[in-house]
């Protein structure tokens, strides 16, 4: 299971927003995001390129760390 840090969500429509990002990346399943934590994991089916995950994330409004 990966996990990255996401910074800018404030609210269920925030987690909602990156977990549908996650979900559009192929080889990603099973994203659960913490708002509390402030952070997203995720399983990859295969190998997954961090640059594309921190794309998504940006392209959805916030900013991830890996």
Not at 13 to 37: D, M, P, R, W, Y
Not at 40 to 65: H, I, L, R
Request: hydrophobic share 40%; proline share 2%.
């Amino acid at each position: 299971m990966a996990t990255i840090k996401v910074q800018g969500m404030t609210c269920q429509h925030c987690v909602q927003a990156v977990t549908q990002a996650l979900f559009g990346i192929e080889g990603v399943e099973n994203v659960k995001v913490s708002l509390s934590k402030g952070e997203a994991s995720f399983e990859e089916t295969k190998p997954v390129d961090m640059e594309e995950v921190k794309k998504a994330v940006k392209e959805a409004g916030y900013k991830a760390e890996v």
